[in-house]
């Protein structure tokens, strides 16, 4: 009994089999595949959106969705960027675009917890909101260049290595890893997971929900923050346009297609890390095949479709929860 439990096919593991079957189909199909230069670059693409998608995971597993993650990321940074060409110290500036993508954060969890606006509204109006006001009134041009803080450790943070890894990689490993630890040991871990699973019953026991839910968004501006500063200082730059793309639904694409419920209460940090490598992996052959970038994005927006269907299957929406109208 128990060694046929153990050979469950859950979402998790058909992922894992998926993406290596793509990896072994592509290495032997595709010569430019597997090259060290193209394992690199495909390693470090996925980071950046492996970090936001720990943000994402995090909103998601306590009921909610973030959809401004991307503009928190693209503003804030540009932001430092900006000051630090306008003669600001560096660390202060850093501490400045900080404050800003905190202050998203909490304008988005002041939002769902106590206008009890559903966080699908609130967080996509809340995007729109930072994008307009920071560039309109923050930002000289959509492109800002880092210039003022070369050569400086700032710019080790995104383009330098350790041992030979990419400080992109490690960095992704270790915010994968404070958020695996919170979720699994401390205590507010626990209390998400249950605001997450049925946040009446989490009320009725005690946990703070409102508190909560302000913590859930501003700690998911820091790290998308985190994400914006590593993918800056790699290219030297931030295209703050990159709100309006696509890139809030690839984030999307590897929480839930990793195995995090859109219902809430479930997942892991370790399903973000699945569905990252797939997605990563996927793009990156089909970037090599010349698959043009409006198929690419038909191509993942029908595994998120499919995605999200497996996930309203296993893992069924409650009354409240449609009540709400939140994903």
Do not use: C
């Amino acid at each position: 009994m128990r060694s046929s439990a153990a050979f469950v096919f859950t979402q998790e593991r058909i992922v894992i089999v998926i993406t290596l079957a793509l990896f072994v189909l592509f290495s032997a199909t595709l010569s430019n595949f597997l090259t060290a230069g193209n394992i690199l670059a495909l390693i470090q693409n996925v980071s950046i959106l492996g970090i936001l998608g720990v943000a994402m995971a995090l909103a998601i597993i306590g009921r909610g969705i973030d959809l401004s993650v991307v503009a928190t990321m693209a503003v804030s940074v540009a932001w430092v960027l900006q000051l630090s060409n306008n003669g600001v110290p560096i660390d202060l500036a850093i501490l400045m675009g900080l404050g800003l993508a905190l202050s998203i954060g909490l304008a988005n969890g002041f939002l769902v917890a106590y206008i009890e606006i559903p966080a699908i509204f609130a967080t996509l109006a809340m995007g729109t909101v930072a994008y307009g006001f920071v560039r309109s009134l923050l930002l000289d041009d959509n492109l800002i260049y880092l210039k003022g803080a070369s050569d400086t450790w700032f710019e080790w943070i995104g383009s330098g290595q350790v041992l030979g890894v990419p400080n992109a990689v490690l960095l992704f490993g270790l915010v994968a890893l404070v958020a695996h630890v919170i979720l699994r040991i401390t205590v507010a871990g626990r209390f998400l997971y249950a605001m997450g699973d049925n946040p009446v019953a989490a009320r009725s026991t005690g946990v703070p929900i409102r508190p909560l839910i302000l913590l859930q968004y501003v700690t998911s501006a820091a790290i998308a923050f985190i994400a914006g500063v590593i993918a800056a200082t790699s290219v030297d730059s931030v295209e703050t346009r990159i709100a309006r793309s696509n890139l809030v639904y690839d984030i999307i694409l590897v929480v839930v297609i990793g195995g995090v419920g859109l219902s809430g209460g479930k997942g892991s940090i370790r399903n973000v890390i699945v569905g990252t490598l797939m997605i990563g992996v996927l793009v990156n052959g089909m970037t090599i095949m010349n698959v043009p970038y409006t198929l690419q994005n038909i191509i993942k927006s029908l595994i998120l479709l499919g995605a999200i269907i497996v996930d309203s299957i296993m893992n069924p929406r409650d009354e409240q929860t449609s009540q709400q109208g939140d994903i």
